[in-house]
């Protein structure tokens, strides 16, 4: 819906500002309106001139598609079919991509840059550090197992097995 009827809408409400609102919009929609002495804007290649129109005359293309939708579909060309279209549903205003073409690659090379440096941190930092204690030595893992074996703990709780029996 366009400002110029929710204008009208207002007004027919009975609001306690309708004549102003009565007014401006007499005076908006008349300013608007293509006249004989207003050029019409083409319809064949709407969607290379839409960003570059005033929003005047972005209004006056939606009201040209307006009226030339309450023909007969049969009837328009695919032009104007093209243009209602576009218009209506075209990457414009608050459909406008958010990302500029091209900004996949943008994103891939740094996830894979930040990814790098990453890993290149991780290696001077493990470069850097102590060696890891003797107890986290493969000999010393298994002879802890050995020596939990003898006393016959119980792997989860590392109680003895024979304090549960009676």
Known sequence: MTTLNVVRTLAKTGSPYRRA???????????????SQQSIIPLSNVEAQWEKLSSDEQLTVHQQLEALQKKDWKELSIDEKKAAYYVA??????????????ANTTIFFGTIGAIAVSSI??????????????????????????????????PITGMPLYAFTT
């Open 21 to 35: 609102i009565v007014a401006s919009t007499r005076s908006a929609s008349s300013a608007v309106r293509p006249s």
């Open 89 to 102: 549903f075209g990457p414009h205003g608050p459909r406008a991509p958010i990302k500029p073409p091209g």
């Open 121 to 154: 941190i991780f290696a001077l930092i493990r470069s850097r550090a102590p060696p890891p204690p003797k107890t986290m030595t493969k000999e010393w893992q298994e002879a802890a197992t050995e020596q939990a074996k003898e006393r016959r703990e119980n």
